[in-house]
Structures are given as C-alpha cells and as structure tokens.
C-alpha cells in the first residue's frame, strides 16, 4: 500500500517510522515533512493545510491511504473533501473535528453525555464575561473556544487577570476567529495525563497513557508550549483507574456520539487531570498528540497500518494491539526562544551518534536539509526517545542521547519523568 502522512513534526516522523515497519506498506508519501521523514518517506511540498493541493497530490500519486496528522486540516474539513473526492482517508470528519476546534461544543458534548469535566459556563458577549468574572470564584480558567496553538488558555488568579484575558481574546482578538467565544471554567488541581483511544463509530481501542510536560522549563516553569517531552505510562494511572477512565470517559462518548448522530473514526486524545474528585477532562483532541505520540510508537509493537484500517472500516472491535511492557520517555529539543520567537537554520550535529544506542531512536520535527547539512527549521526540533525497563533506565538513556545532539541554542528540559 501506497500511505501519504500529512504534517510535518516528530508526530509525523513517528507514524511513518512505525509504518515503515509494515510489510503491507510498499512506499511512504509525507506533506510537507521535514529531514527525517525525508529518509524514510517522499516529502511533498504541499502545506498541511492546502486541503484541495492535497487531495491532488493524493490522485496524482495514486496514495491508497491518507493519514491526517494535525488539527487545523481536520477542523477545515480534509476528511469531508477526501471523502467527495473518493478518497481513502484517516480521521474523523469536520462535524467532529469541532471537539477539539470548539471547547463550547466539547462542554456541551461532555454535559450532555454525563462526562465528567470542569464546571464552566459559555460566553459570546464579552460584557457578560466581564460581569460573571467579577462575582466569580478564583483562581478560575479562560479559554478562548477555537484552535489558539495551545495558548488559547490562561488560569486567571483575580478579576484583572480575568478581564485582561477577556479583553485580549473577545475584544483584541488575539487568536482571532477562534476569541469569539469563551469558556470560563473551574480551576481544578492534580497530576495530568494524556489518553489515546482509536474509536471506528461504535468501538474503541485504549492505548497506553502517556504524559507530556507541557511548560518550557523545568519544574513547570515557564510558558506553555506544544510539549517539551512525554513519559509512556504516565504513572499517574493503575489499572483500576484505567477501567475507570474506560467507563467515565469512552463509553460515555461512544455512546453519546451514537445518541447525537456524530459520526466519529479516528483518534481522540483527551487531556484528563486527575483531581481529588476524580478525573475530569480538560479538553478533547481528535488527533495523535505530540509528543505523546513519539513515545507512544516507540511502544506499539503490532502493525499501525492494521488499527488504522479497522478504524476507518468499523471493525476495531476485533483489534488486540499488543504493547512493549518498557518505559518510552522522549525528550525534545528545543530552539533557543521557543515558545517565544526563534532562529532557524542551525546546523545539527550529533544525531548519528546519539542514535548509536538501539534503544534510542531520534524523530525530527523542525527540521530541513540545506546545503548539505540537517539544520534547525523551527520551535521544537528533534524528540530523543528510549526505552528502558525502568523509567530510570529510560530517561537516562535519552538524556544520553540528546547530550549528544548539538546545535546553537539547543534548548531542553531535565526533569522529563521525573
Ligand atoms: P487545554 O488546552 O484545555 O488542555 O489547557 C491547557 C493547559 O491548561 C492544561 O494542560 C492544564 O495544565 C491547564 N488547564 C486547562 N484547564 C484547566 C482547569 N480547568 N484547571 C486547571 N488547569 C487547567
Ligand atoms: N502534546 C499535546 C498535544 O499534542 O496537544
């Protein structure tokens, strides 16, 4: 089979390597990618969101199957145009996409359908937002409702923090289209953790859990950026918690998209802290998450070719993937200034050798080749993930690699896992 991969970060790398371990895979296509895909795929100049340039490349290279990495496609609708056009395609279609595009649809959604979720209430009129903030308990969480990069969300401790992050979202419109409307939920406290569910409609497939450290700086100082490394399992859930999420979160939303005529085959990745009440999503995302998903490959042994086709065929009910029982934890590299403003084109060394150790395997994300060399080609630039026995093991053998790794600026957190 002929697999174009769209998207161009470590997620993508990691899915390719992965499906590059098929034997029913005969070539790998990637738009656009970056220079590690570049060695196991062909890269395709089409952006990841030129939806229509897409669908062309996919005829005119006759792809048998295309997988949608990241959210801005799926919420502009590239599963819907696929499927007009005839083609073969993974992930859920724009109706359903909007879980993730729109925090507002997700809380009716999780409301309706008993899932439990941070209490919060919806606003479309910034001076009704202002005036709820102003009798509202704090700290307490505003959140632009559409795609913001991640950063659509601040934990306001006072009614100026409030009204300021009003004001920047719904008036400002900071992150555009996607400030139009707020939720403004309860701030709630415990460990978080990051859950994949393969879902084909009626039947889900839970993956392992993983773990991201979203803050730039160890500690979780810093800004929030798209995630500076992940840990898989993420220690924070025992197989009692398991079946509970099981039952509290998927079969709920199974059942409510059932209930709600929402057609749904792809992915979803919901966000969960675990408060002392239990756990509550904090959001949905209908995608792989990234990096979750370089630590995630790193533990999938059975064919992801094979879960991605039952999904889009309805027959997941027979899927059993079956799981490396060792730690992955992946350590990102980062350019100097990420989240912030950052220089591209740094020369990277280093990647050989740290490569070396058969447990560590280096995935690209901001990456290119030029004049010869790999170099720096944006925020997060390379996901260094192992695997180990231990989470020890685990993380001292990535760590050991990413040393390896050079590059001006090279920016990474020390505390992933521990
Ligand atoms: P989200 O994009 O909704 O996952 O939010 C990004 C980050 O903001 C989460 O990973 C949490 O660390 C934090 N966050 C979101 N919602 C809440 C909440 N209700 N209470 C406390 N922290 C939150
Ligand atoms: N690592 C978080 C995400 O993919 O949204």
């Known amino acids: 089979m002929k697999i174009l991969v769209i998207g161009s970060g470590g997620r993508e790398h990691a899915l390719l390597w992965k ?55 799926l919420a502009a609708g590239i599963i819907d145009l696929f499927h007009q056009q005839g083609l073969r395609v993974f992930g859920p279609v724009a109706a359903a996409a909007l879980l993730e595009a729109s925090k507002s649809f997700a809380k009716d959604f999780m409301v309706r359908h008993g899932i439990p979720t941070a209490g919060s209430v919806t606003f479309s009129d910034s001076s009704a937002a202002l005036i709820h903030c102003r009798s509202a308990v704090y700290p307490l969480v505003v959140k632009a409702d559409g795609l913001a990069l991640g950063k659509g969300v601040v934990i306001a401790h006072s009614p100026t923090e409030a009204e300021t992050a009003i004001r920047e979202i719904m008036v400002e419109k900071i992150f555009g289209d996607a400030g139009n409307t707020v939720v403004i939920e309860e701030f709630l406290t415990g460990p978080e953790c990051s859950l994949h569910a393969l879902i084909d409609n009626k039947n889900y497939i839970l993956f392992p859990d993983a773990k991201d450290h979203k803050r730039a700086l160890d500690g979780d100082q810093g800004l929030n950026t798209g995630g500076m490394g992940t840990i898989s399992p993420s220690r924070v859930v025992d197989d009692a918690m398991r079946q509970r999420l099981a039952r509290e979160v998927l079969e709920p939303f199974v059942k409510g998209l059932a209930a709600d005529g929402l057609p749904f085959q792809g992915m979803l990745f919901p966000g969960l802290m675990m408060t002392p009440n239990g756990p509550k999503v904090l959001e949905f995302n209908c995608r792989f998450g990234d990096p ?38 992946c350590v990102v590299l980062a350019s100097g200034g990420y989240p912030g403003p950052i220089e591209k084109g740094k020369v990277i060394t280093g990647i050989e050798k740290a490569s070396a150790d058969p447990d560590v395997v280096v995935f690209h994300a901001g990456t290119a080749h030029k004049e010869g060399h790999v170099v720096t080609n944006g925020g997060r630039v390379l996901g260094v993930t192992a695997l180990g026995s231990t989470l020890e093991e685990a993380r001292q053998k990535a760590y050991a690699a990413a040393d390896k790794i050079a590059f001006e600026g090279k920016q990474l957190r020390r505390d992933i896992g521990a």
Do not use: F, Y
Not at 38 to 62: F, M, R, S, W, Y
């Open 19 to 73: 499906l590059s371990q098929s034997s029913r895979v005969t070539q790998l296509l990637c738009a656009p990618g970056n220079a590690g895909t570049a060695g196991i795929a062909t890269n395709h100049p089409v952006a990841a969101i030129d939806l229509q340039g897409l669908a062309d490349l996919a005829k005119a290279e006759q792809v048998d199957l295309t997988i949608v990495g990241p959210d801005d496609p």
């Open 292 to 329: 979750e998903t370089q630590s995630l490959m790193r533990r999938l042994k059975s064919d992801l070719l094979d879960l991605i086709e039952a999904t889009i065929d309805g027959t997941l009910a027979d899927a059993r993937p079956e799981w490396d029982q060792r730690v992955a934890v």
